[in-house]
T-cell receptor, first 119, second 110 residues
Framework: NAGVMQNPRHLVRRRGQEARLRCSPM?????VYWYRQLPEEGLKFMVY????????ESGMPKERFSAEFPKEGPSILRIQQVVRGDSAAYFC?????????????????FGEGSWLTVV | LAKTTQPISMDSYEGQEVNITCSHN???????ITWYQQFPSQGPRFIIQ???TKVTNEVASLFIPADRKSSTLSLPRVSLSDTAVYYC???????????FGTGTRLQVTL
């Protein structure tokens, strides 16, 4: 049972270029989350998507960042016109459903991350 | 949002039991408590999840008192490979609101 797959693992971009990060959720999972982790910091929530829908993008910068999770294919986090401050590890996670109830938890599984370096 | 507080760092010797306590005073009725482990350059790895009392799996135990305002992750007989950052998270009904704190950096030495 393959886990959450992210690619590329490492990506180097020059300032002003575009970065595309891909995430394939675990089999049977229809909910995808993106987090960003700056060096020596915790993970910060960016966006939560279901198939073809953005559910919560409250953590994503309003400009240059976008995310999608099409009906077919992986989820993509896109960063346009990258700047040095975008250098970070970007983690994707997936879960089979949303919400945790008193009767049933909901485990979110993370991928190994994509490390973006902007030079 | 249920905020969590945990020690910034802990040190232990190999073979000892390690207990990491997390405070979550404003935990909501439907919230679950989940612990993740993260090694450098890797994604967080699920360790254990619980709602109340005690949960045990093959790698850890999770103790949650009746008031649920705190929880303790117990790692039996740690080894050098348990050196990592451990995050305590409290769910608030929708997974999108999972908030990671700074975690507890556990250093295990010989």
């Amino acid at each position: 049972n393959a886990g959450v797959m992210q690619n590329p693992r490492h990506l180097v971009r020059r300032r002003g270029q575009e970065a595309r990060l891909r995430c394939s959720p675990m089999k049977g999972h229809s909910h995808v989350y993106w987090y960003r982790q700056l060096p020596e910091e915790g993970l910060k929530f960016m966006v939560y998507l279901q198939k073809e829908n953005i559910i919560d993008e409250s953590g994503m910068p309003k400009e240059r960042f976008s995310a999608e999770f099409p009906k077919e294919g992986p989820s993509i986090l896109r960063i346009q016109q990258v700047v040095r401050g975008d250098s970070a590890a970007y983690f994707c996670a997936s879960s089979p459903r949303t919400g945790w109830t008193a009767n049933s938890g909901n485990t979110i599984y993370f991928g190994e991350g994509s490390w973006l370096t902007v030079v | 949002l249920a905020k969590t507080t945990q020690p910034i760092s802990m040190d232990s010797y190999e073979g000892q039991e390690v207990n990491i306590t997390c405070s979550h005073n404003n935990i909501a009725t439907n919230d679950y408590i989940t612990w993740y482990q993260q090694f450098p350059s890797q994604g967080p790895r699920f360790i254990i999840q619980g709602y109340k009392t005690k949960v045990t799996n093959e790698v850890a135990s999770l103790f949650i008192p009746a008031d649920r305002k705190s929880s303790t992750l117990s790692l039996p007989r740690v080894s050098l490979s348990d050196t990592a950052v451990y995050y305590c998270l409290v769910g608030t009904g929708t997974a999108s609101k999972l908030t990671f704190g700074t975690g507890t950096r556990l250093q295990v030495t010989l």
